[in-house]
């Protein structure tokens, strides 16, 4: 057997796996002291990962290395996080290692470097901070779906020839809303139309009387109404959701967090809590303030060769 590619880490863990989690497949291979190095598959389904869980607590397995694309380490995860102290890799760091073969990026190699000490984990925070990220996303997201809604009013009214937009500084105001309310309703007399003009609107009754002439047809009122309709049931979302965040915050102690967040200057409860929910209320997981900055992505690239500084164009 040819061994002179072969590379030899000391050894740092007494016993290991590693897992290569696809979608509907997990590879997974132990190795250490006392025991026979093993590859096993298992399907993705819970019972299988259980079963997978029993092997390896029956090995004595105390560390694990997970290499995922994707969201599909997460329910690998969540099954295992209680008995064993597992880390997620990122692929490009394993293929970095010197003396990794490209058509071998297995469980193998993973376990190899786990039990070595040679894989750098990625930042997964504890359950309560993983599901308030899950909260804040998700109301971030609809937030979005909001607005997107809100461009597509102001879409419609600019095919019906209705220039509201440019006589007022809000399309969302209370003014705009109840004009909007009230052509969707039919009426189509434009006089009581700009009954709802009053002193604090820069334009005058003249530009609003001319903003409002167009050619608003049924079709237009029937998306109008289609759109508000979809506005109402995200806002009513967003309100359960501020409901949900609140409560996980109080139920996991996480409230005063936020609080201290507030005292920055500029910084509100939803920036605050969404502060938390990405990066967690234990600093001890960044070195520090600059790898919590680039983990964050707010450092500048620095692109040098030969001493010269590139610069994207």
């Not at 925070?125 to 009013?153: C, F, M």
């Not at 209370?174 to 039919?186: D, H, L, N």
Request: proline content about 3%.
């Amino acid at each position: 057997m040819d061994t002179k590619n072969e590379v030899v880490f000391e050894q740092v863990i007494e016993r290991g796996c590693g897992i290569d989690v696809h979608k509907k497949v997990l590879v997974a291979t132990i190795k250490g002291t006392g025991i026979k190095e093993e590859t096993r598959s298992f399907d993705s389904f819970t019972s299988s990962i259980e079963l997978m869980r029993d092997w390896l607590l029956e090995n004595k397995i105390t560390h694990i290395a997970m290499e995922s694309t994707g969201v599909y380490w997460k329910p690998v995860f969540n099954v295992l996080e209680e008995n064993f102290e597992i880390i997620l890799v990122n692929a490009r760091h394993i293929k970095n290692v010197p003396g990794h073969k490209t058509d071998k990026k297995d469980s193998r190699w993973i376990s190899k470097l786990l039990i070595s000490g040679l894989l750098k984990g990625s930042f997964i925070p504890p359950r309560p901070i993983r599901e308030l990220r899950d909260l804040t996303r998700y109301r971030r997201k609809i937030v979005g779906q909001i607005a997107s809604e809100k461009n597509r009013i102001h879409k419609i009214l600019e095919d019906a020839n209705i220039k509201l937009s440019s006589v007022v500084s809000n399309m969302s105001g209370a003014t705009s809303s109840k004009i909007i309310e009230q052509m969707i309703a039919g009426e189509e007399d434009i006089e009581k139309l700009i009954a709802y003009h009053h002193g604090k609107m820069q334009a005058s009754k003249d530009d609003l009387r001319e903003a409002l002439k167009g050619f608003l047809t049924d079709h237009h009122r029937f998306l109008l109404r289609m759109v508000r309709t979809s506005i109402q049931s995200k806002e009513s979302l967003i309100v359960q959701l501020e409901k949900e965040i609140d409560q996980h915050l109080e139920r996991n102690k996480l409230k005063v967090s936020v609080e201290l967040l507030q005292s920055i200057p500029g910084v509100g409860k939803d920036g605050a809590t969404e502060i938390i929910a990405e990066i967690g209320n234990d600093m001890s997981q960044f070195p520090n303030e600059q790898h919590l900055a680039s983990w964050a992505g707010m450092c500048p690239g620095n692109n040098e060769s030969a001493g010269k500084k590139k610069v994207d164009e």
